[in-house]
């Protein structure tokens, strides 16, 4: 089962594809498309469309998740982020696969634990949990593996947040996090 995540954007957008067999996840790709060198809107959406074909075309999967936008200060930037999204979801429709949205905080949560994790924090975790090295240029890369990881816990119906044991122990940061809890890593 393979699965595309999309943090969409305006000027870079995410994208993370992760493969689930059975309960192994293995991140298959993720990168950034960056749309801050086209000028026009026109051209970054269908840009969105190419790329957004392309993944799905390449990776032919069973469902691309995408973060929900959320409301920010200038309705301009909403407006525009809305398009990107829509032209993703329907690059991905087009090809046949399923789109679904998550919130942020939904994403962060089925993630990290803490709907409220930084960007930072959501990278260290994926980093752990899928075995990768690379530091990502930009963390819009990380954030859309997560969307992925997000979809493939909400799917299963087995959201990691149900399973979590509250926990007074005090860590210095996330290595310690993890090593002093192990039963919360998949």
Known sequence: ????????GTLVMGYGVISVDKNTISLLEMGVLHLAKHKDHGERLNYIFERVSALVQRHQPVAVALEAPFYGKNVQSMLKLGRAQGVAIAAAMAHGSRTVEYAPKK???SVTGNGNASKEQVWKMLQYTLKFEDNPDYLDATDAVAVAMCHYYTSKGDITLAKIKTTKKVTKGWSDFITQNPDRIK
């Open 107 to 109: 994403i962060k949560q």
């Open 1 to 8: 089962m393979v699965i595309v995540g999309i943090d969409p």
